[in-house]
């Protein structure tokens, strides 16, 4: 990982994370494929761009309506 986060208080991000070897590790002893977490993560981040724009889209109405 390129930052030691204990100090700066941030969290890795998932691609820090993926590229860790421990992470390899992990995947490797719960059977998981990179890949296939790759896929969920991709599926949970199009899926919550879709609930902001629903948000974004509905404090911009209820604002035109105030």
Known sequence: ??????N???EPTVEELMADPI???ILK???IAA???????????RR???LRWR??????HTEDAA
Do not use: F, I, K, P
């Open 29 to 31: 002893r719960d059977r």
């Open 48 to 50: 919550l761009a879709v």
């Open 23 to 25: 992470m390899h590790l």
């Open 1 to 6: 990982m390129t930052q030691d986060y204990r």
């Open 35 to 45: 890949a296939d977490t790759w896929e969920a993560v991709e599926v949970t981040r």
């Open 8 to 10: 700066v208080g941030g």
């Open 55 to 60: 948000h974004a889209e509905t404090v911009s």
